[in-house]
């Protein structure tokens, strides 16, 4: 049974997206160039790019054009992973700048946290980039104690997830997730307009009983989504 040309023109369209011939951000040819080329309707040609758009494939730019549509970047919220791991299963390109490493003295709310009073932390603040576009930024307070260590590394070349799962693996962790509007300092570093919120990812981390790290994770709202599933047992 021929096909009717509408879904003939979606399945060259889809074709290129998932071949990866057209990668994200391509310009389609216009509706008129699809109508020539498939010798059909200009009308057949927009139902054709129609459906490839309410699947989700293409967004329309009024005046500009139709374009292959960029994947919203997202992590698991309950699976804990490297984000350098997750940007690289996505094909795209990690890299990261560490802003400051120091060591200090924690305010209550971080003293709190590790339940260590009076205690010496570490603390690290990292950028994480995917395809040069800063999607996390990283302030970390580490257990001194448990990981003396941990300012020695070199975090251009690993992260402190990374690490940390070398020297302390993680067996317990606390999550909680809120919006907030981003300070001049994140609007700065993330590279955020004013109207844009971000999703803030507080994490406390434990190995074998012991609170090893502290971490608050900003990321742009608009760049980027977090994910979870779940299994009903009966």
Same mark, same amino acid.
């Given at each position: ?23 994200? %951000? ?38 500009? %054009? ?24 996505? %094909? ?143």
């Amino acid at each position: 049974m021929i096909q009717p040309k509408y879904k003939l023109i979606a399945e060259f369209i889809k074709d290129k997206i998932e071949s990866k011939k057209w990668s994200e %951000g391509h310009k389609i040819p216009s509706e008129t160039d699809l109508a020539t080329q498939f010798s059909a309707s200009r009308m057949t040609a927009r139902k054709a790019v129609d459906k490839v758009v309410d699947s989700g494939l293409l967004e329309r730019t009024p005046s500009v %054009g139709t374009f292959v549509k960029s994947i919203q970047p997202q992590s698991s919220l309950l699976e804990i992973k490297n984000i350098a791991d997750e940007i690289l299963s996505r %094909g795209h390109c990690h890299k990261m700048t560490v802003l400051s490493k120091l060591t200090m003295v924690p305010n209550d709310e971080i003293a709190m946290s590790f339940s260590l009073p009076s205690k010496i932390v570490y603390k690290i603040i990292v950028i994480h980039f995917e395809n040069d576009i800063p999607i996390q930024l990283e302030e970390r307070y580490i257990n001194a104690d448990k990981v003396p260590d941990f300012l020695h590394q070199d975090f251009s070349k690993i992260t402190a997830h990374q690490y940390l799962a070398s020297v302390a693996p993680l067996t317990e962790a606390e999550i909680s997730v809120e919006a907030v509007m981003p300070t001049k300092i994140l609007k700065h570093n993330l590279h955020l307009d004013n109207h844009i919120p971000c999703l803030k990812v507080t994490r406390s981390t434990y190995s074998n009983g012991h609170p090893i790290s502290f971490v608050v994770l900003y990321h742009p709202a608009d760049r980027f989504k977090l994910t979870t599933s779940y299994r009903l047992v009966e």
